[in-house]
Structure formats: C-alpha cells, structure tokens
C-alpha cells in the first residue's frame, strides 16, 4: 500500500484482504460462512470453515456472475447470506450496465443444502408487497433479514428525492424469501451532520440481540474517511414495525481513528464466537484515507473484527482497540 499515511499498527492487519461489505455467518450445525463484495463487483463468493479464523485461509468459490449485460451487469454489491424457511438465500444488489445506478436488490437460492458445492438459481429483484407502491422502485440495495417471534423481516436501504438523493432504512415483513407482506416503514434517514458527509447515507444495517433489545447499526456518509457507523434500538416485546418505538443514537457508535490506522469503518455484521460467549462486528475498513477519484472504486478495503463489549447498562460499545482474531 504505497500511501503516505499508511502505517502499520497493531490494530489495523486486516483479517480478509480486499473483501468489502463483509458478513460472517453462523449456520445451526457450527459451521461459518463468509461474503463479502469483491473489487471487480462481478462476483459472488462463499468461503466455509468450521471456525471463524479457518475462514482467512478457507477456499472461496464463486457462486454466481454478473450477466453480461441489462440488470444485474454491474456493481454487484453486499451479498448475505440467510437460511430461510428450511433453505438457503442470498441477498446481494446489482445495477445495470446501460444505467449504472439502477441498483435493486436481488435474490439467490440454492438447489441443495451445500451452498459451497450445490448450484445456486436467480429468483430475480426483490418483491414488494401488493399494497406498497414505494419500494424497490429507486436504488436499493444493502438488504439484512432478522428473524423476531417467529417471523422474517427484511430491512434494506433505498434513496429518495431527486439530485443526489438520500439514503434512508426501512423495514417490511416478508411473507416469502422474494417477497415482502408489509408496506415499507422508514426506520431511520440522515439527520445528523456525520450521516451527511459527501452523501445522506443510512445503508447497511446489521442486527444484534442482546437481554432483550434489538440493536441495528448502520452506515452513514459516504465511502471514505467519513464513513462510519450508527445505532438504533428497540425493545424486543415492542411493535418492530412502529418506527417510533426505536431509539437512534445521536453520535456514532464506530468511526475514523487515525492513530489506529483505521478509515471509514462501517457496512458491518454480527456473529457469535466459536465458544458461543462473546458477540463479534465483523467490518471493513481502509488503512489510508488518500483516495484518488471516487473511493467506491478504491479496492482496499478490508475485512477487520472487534469484540463487542457491553457497558453497565447492558449496552453494545465498539472499541477499535478491541481487535478480534479468531482465537
């Protein structure tokens, strides 16, 4: 990395290289997957291994190409994976070449219980509900599922207005893996300084449980040094569904820290340890901020963890200084 103010610490070796938008996931037998976008935006990739640091080294195996051309050509961004109504998902967005911000979310399944070796089909662009006449009609993309009292909901990002658009979150109930139930509800949009920084971006949430809270971070800000990470909150006995049963923190909860060498963190997951015990943020983030042109197509950055503490109030903290290895 031949950047002036790159420096190694002890805090900033990335655990996955070149790997954006990272998501580790741990299936019911044990076993961990990773996915993540790659530079080219052209692919998707699964890696395996039956721990968490296993998946440095673990093989990768591309599941499935972009098309060549129309909808999903271009900018095929941060897939996750998800085992659903007994079978396996993948959730990624995609743009079109003759329209490159076209971007909409798209959805995977796998024809067998392998998804490393079972072949993968399209089930094509995310569907919304018969009543929604809002979503998925703009770029959308960024799209989480969380189970919560025996149902599916999915929360994903998508932009309005006009110019250059802001990003909010929503959430709907899902009544198939394809399809939504519910009508969007706006979870959260940019409202402070540090969510507008280039952009208006809310976009990548992620979901924590935790004594009875739900946790969802977000990325805010465009994809640079401003890059960084919020939080919202909501009681698990509460209407999910009811935005103004969340809370929303007014700082970032995750952020640039140059003596760490560690720029533009964000765009996180979730994911148990391999003992079970402690709560992983799985990230990415750069180890420079000197970007020439636009840092969406900037390669280096890279897949990091940090264990997440909890405070006497039984509140998530994310500390950089609390680098994670797999151990």
Not at 5 to 33: L, V, W
Not at 137 to 163: C, P, Q, R
Not at 255 to 273: L, R
Not at 303 to 310: A, D, G, K, S
Request: aromatic share 14%; with cysteine.
């Amino acid at each position: 990395m031949n950047k002036y103010n790159y420096k190694e610490t002890e805090y900033n070796t990335p655990f996955i290289y070149n790997r954006a938008d990272p998501q580790i996931y741990r299936h019911s037998d044990g076993m961990y997957y990773f996915t993540a976008s790659v530079p080219e935006y052209d692919r998707l990739i699964l890696r395996k291994s039956d721990s968490i640091k296993g998946l440095r080294e673990a093989e990768e195996k591309i599941i499935w190409r972009k098309h060549s051309s129309g909808k999903q050509s271009i900018h095929i961004w941060a897939p996750e994976l998800h085992y659903l109504w007994g079978k396996w998902y993948i959730y990624y967005a995609a743009g079109d070449k003759d329209d490159i911000w076209a971007i909409r979310p798209y959805v995977l399944a796998c024809t067998g219980n392998d998804p490393i070796r079972d072949e993968w089909i399209e089930l094509g662009q995310m569907q919304a509900a018969e009543e929604d006449e809002f979503s998925f009609l703009d770029f959308s993309l960024d799209a989480t599922v969380m189970l919560h009292n025996g149902e599916y909901y999915y929360i994903w990002a998508e932009k309005t207005g006009t110019g250059k658009k802001i990003s909010n979150l929503y959430i709907a109930r899902m009544e198939a893996p394809d399809k939504l139930s519910t009508p969007q509800e706006l979870l959260s949009k940019p409202d402070y300084p540090w969510e507008r920084s280039g952009f208006w971006v809310n976009e990548g949430p992620a979901v924590l449980k935790h004594n009875g809270r739900i946790y969802l971070t977000y990325s805010a800000s465009d994809t640079g040094k401003a890059y960084c990470m919020g939080m919202l909150s909501v009681n698990e006995t509460e209407d999910i569904l009811d935005p103004n049963n969340w809370s929303k923190r007014i700082t970032p909860v995750l952020c640039t820290d140059e003596k760490k060498g560690i720029f533009g963190p964000g765009h996180n997951s979730f994911v148990k340890s391999d003992d079970g015990k402690k709560d992983i943020c799985v990230f990415h983030a750069r180890c420079y901020d000197e970007i020439e042109g636009d840092p969406l197509y900037d390669p280096n950055r890279h897949t990091m963890m940090i264990e997440v503490q909890w405070d006497e109030k039984g509140e998530p903290v994310l500390n950089l200084g609390k680098i994670y290895r797999g151990e």
